[in-house]
């Protein structure tokens, strides 16, 4: 206590000092955040309701461009892909889960096969995709091997097939990210307490139910989190496509990311770019407002 | 009292559960390998054909093992592949690469480390709300600030340069990097800031003498989920670079997409396995650590 008396007598000018030196450190930040995230998004959105096309021009078109967005067929097919690109997507978290499941308990060389299945995360998604395209090839790759050993009819060949190609990303994609979400329901998963595991023993639960009726409800907050990271995933999907399939074939491949950035760069239409971008946004923002709220009402349910 | 069922529970245990238990675990072993050689095999597949010559490629036998194994692809991807309006390979993506990655590196980690210490320890003005902001920065979709981006990247003459492409990184980083930063300072005992604090300790010095000895694996978890975002990102390098710019990523995707006729697979996997193994590298001698890394940075996007 002694020397803090002595110091509480420190000059006032040196706490404005230092208290202003935090301040002007926070600055930087607080300008990026002000300027490159909240000034930059206001500014696609306030572009979506004007007839910009390659150059900025702000004439109030009201809602025409989303009008005109949606009446774009390709823009709507790269909706309809997202949904199944993320419904696919969960296949990570199914995986992931049941993978770190096994890899409870002592399992010999678990370190090892977490090393495996980790892997792909360290590698660039245009390697990912330009890997399973070559997989998918098919007078060279999956497909042909198949019919060597046999079964000449095999057919494999989804990246060039319309109704197929997102299933082909899909697959490229749960490769990558499984050893993530195993990561994430490890982390989870030791969170639990031993003693819900000593209880289940000396009541003679088996160990699938336990898992099932006990271990996945409390897990809850690892699953709500690991479905934000999903869907923030396919959101910002574009390398993978890049890679893979570039869209196509005919489009069938795009996803709204893949279609804006495209919008801008080679389309040059400003407010359409800008409008597909506001979308996206508020899929995002819908999705946040309702997962939370989905997990609070069986909350409530179960209580 | 709780103590005395439990060795009765014990005691029949081990008789009723052992060979039925020794069977779930030797099923439980071989679904793991079974996956284990799922997952292990696009890059097994990546070597091989990176090592075999297109002659031996066409013969579709994409798992066997080279006839006559040779490093030509490799060398040809490294030295003189073309990827649209060069023939020099990917050599030069490589140290476009890594000058990109440098700056970003240092900028992001300094700006944001500082930032995180001052919301941990220091009263600034209105704190909480930066890191309310900070949160929804984190959930921004990119294509929404791309170009806003671009344009401003344009005013400040860093568009089409490398140092823009590591300015914007640094950009994309700082929310996520800040929040990482500030909760781990936050475990810092407060009492150790004010030891440091009635010392005489001053804003700066007492980051650099207290608070950055305690955060070193912090700091390398943080490197090291930079490095390989960095590194394996494409897409701001894409936008924002040109051609005497471009990351090692978009050299190699140019490389695969403007060959036309025959699609030299063994060139392909050897550029993608040259463009991978800086961040394998640091994936297996990191280990635990990148594991922190892409936990702490998943929110990253």
Same mark, same amino acid.
């Given at each position: 206590m002694g020397p803090s008396v002595i110091r509480?007598?420190?000059?006032?000018?040196?706490?404005?000092?230092?208290?202003?030196?935090?301040?002007?450190?926070?600055?930087?930040?607080?300008?990026?955040?002000?300027?490159?995230?909240?000034?930059?998004?206001?500014?696609?959105?306030?572009?979506?309701?004007?007839?910009?096309?390659?150059?900025?021009?702000?004439?109030?078109?009201?809602?025409?461009?989303y009008l005109r967005l949606f009446k774009d067929s390709l823009w709507a097919?790269?909706?309809?892909?997202?949904?199944?690109?993320?419904?696919?997507?969960?296949?990570?978290?199914?995986?992931g889960f049941f993978l770190a499941v096994l890899?409870?308990?002592?399992?010999?060389?678990?370190?090892?096969?977490?090393?495996?299945?980790?892997?792909?995360?360290?590698?660039?998604?245009?390697?990912?995709?330009?890997?399973?395209?070559?997989?998918?090839?098919?007078?060279?790759?999956l497909?042909?091997?198949?019919?060597?050993?046999?079964?000449?009819?095999?057919?494999?060949?989804w990246v060039a097939d319309p109704q197929k190609v997102m299933y082909a990303l899909i697959v490229a994609s749960v490769w990558q990210s499984t050893g993530f979400y195993m990561v994430l329901c490890s982390a989870g998963l030791k969170g639990i307490d031993h003693e819900v595991w000593q209880a289940s023993r000396i009541d003679g639960i088996p160990k699938y139910r336990m898992y099932l009726e006990v271990i996945i409800p409390m897990m809850s907050f690892t699953f709500l989190t690991s479905l934000v990271l999903l869907s923030i995933g396919a959101v910002k999907a574009y390398d993978i496509i890049v890679a893979m399939t570039n869209g196509g074939p005919g489009g069938h491949s795009v996803l709204p990311s893949y279609y804006i950035v495209d919008m801008y760069i080679n389309r040059r239409f400003i407010a359409l770019g800008a409008a597909g971008s506001t979308v996206l946004l508020l899929i995002v923002v819908a999705f946040l407002v309702a997962l939370p709220l989905i997990n609070l009402g069986l909350r409530r349910r179960k209580a | 009292m709780t103590a005395v069922p439990r060795p009765s529970v014990a005691m029949t245990l081990p008789n009723a559960i052992p060979v039925k238990h020794r069977g779930a675990k030797v099923t439980t072993f071989l679904i793991l390998v079974f996956f284990a050689l799922l997952f292990a095999l696009p890059l097994y597949v990546m070597i091989v054909t990176s090592l075999k010559s297109m002659d031996e490629i066409r013969l579709? %036998?994409?798992?066997?093992?080279?006839? %006559?194994?040779?490093f030509d692809a490799w060398d040809t991807a490294w030295n003189k592949a073309a990827s649209g309006f060069t023939n020099t390979g990917l050599k030069s993506g490589f140290w476009n690469s890594v000058l990109i990655l440098v700056p970003s590196l240092i900028m992001s980690v300094s700006i944001a480390s500082i930032c995180g210490y001052a919301l941990a320890?220091?009263?600034?003005?209105?704190?909480?709300?930066?890191?309310s902001l900070l949160l929804v920065c984190a959930f921004i979709p990119f294509p929404i600030i791309m170009y806003p981006l671009i344009k401003m990247t344009v005013a400040l003459k860093l568009y089409n340069t490398s140092f823009g492409v590591s300015v914007v990184h640094t950009i994309l980083a700082l929310p996520i990097l800040t929040m990482i930063f500030r909760n781990f300072f936050s475990s810092i005992p407060q009492d150790l800031i004010k030891a440091a604090r009635i010392d005489g300790g001053r804003f700066l010095g007492t980051f650099v003498h207290v608070i950055l000895p305690l955060s070193p694996n912090i700091l390398v978890v943080v490197a090291i989920m930079q490095i390989t975002g960095i590194w394996n990102d494409f897409l701001i390098g894409l936008t924002f670079g040109n051609v005497q710019s471009y990351p090692m990523t978009v050299n190699l995707n140019n490389i695969t997409q403007t060959q036309t006729g025959v699609r030299t697979y063994n060139i392909y996997m050897a550029a993608a396995l040259l463009t991978a193994i800086p961040p394998l590298v640091i994936y297996f001698i990191s280990g635990k650590l990148f594991i922190r890394g892409i936990t702490a940075g998943a929110m990253k996007g």
């Open positions: 509480a007598a420190t000059p006032r000018q040196e706490a404005f000092t230092h208290k202003h030196a935090a301040t002007i450190a926070a600055l930087p930040v607080l300008g990026a955040a002000l300027v490159f995230y909240l000034g930059s998004t206001l500014w696609s959105v306030v572009m979506s309701f004007t007839a910009s096309k390659i150059f900025p021009d702000m004439t109030f078109v009201g809602l025409r461009q097919l790269s909706l309809h892909n997202l949904a199944i690109f993320a419904l696919g997507s969960l296949l990570s978290l199914v995986l890899l409870e308990g002592d399992v010999p060389g678990a370190g090892i096969f977490r090393t495996i299945y980790l892997y792909p995360m360290a590698i660039s998604l245009i390697i990912t995709g330009l890997v399973w395209q070559w997989l998918f090839n098919p007078t060279l790759g497909q042909q091997f198949v019919r060597d050993l046999g079964a000449r009819d095999f057919v494999f060949n | 579709g %036998h994409i798992f066997a093992l080279p006839q %006559h194994p040779n320890f220091w009263r600034v003005k209105m704190g909480n709300l930066l890191l």
